[in-house]
Structure formats: C-alpha cells, structure tokens
C-alpha cells in the first residue's frame, strides 16, 4: 500500500438491482448486503412513522 492510496476519494458502494454479479468479489458482496439491509431497515423505520401518522389522521376525522 502506498501513500498515494489515501489521496483517493473513496468509492460509494452503490448496488443497481438486477445488476450482474459475477464480477464482484465475496468482500464485495457482502459490503452489498449491508448496504442493503441497512437501506431495508430506513425504508421499515419510514414505513412505521407513516402509518402512525395514518393512523392519526384517521382517528381525528372519525
């Protein structure tokens, strides 16, 4: 490893679903998955806040 290495921004894992994977590398896929369990956990948390505000919504015009 050089000293140059730390100069470099680093790259954003992204992950394209339907995308091949053949190309990447255990380390790599599982740097995915966490990408994806995280994004899965920020879509559940935002799932539960809007149906709490539905359910307000709800019971106030009832």
Do not use: C, Q, T
């Amino acid at each position: 490893m050089s000293l140059f290495d730390d100069d470099r921004p680093l790259k954003k894992i992204a992950h394209e679903i339907g995308s091949d994977l053949a190309l990447l590398s255990v380390d790599e896929l599982s740097a995915r998955i966490e990408l994806l369990k995280a994004e899965i956990a920020r879509l559940e948390s935002e799932k539960v806040k809007k149906g709490a505000s539905r359910s307000a919504a709800e019971n106030l015009f009832r």
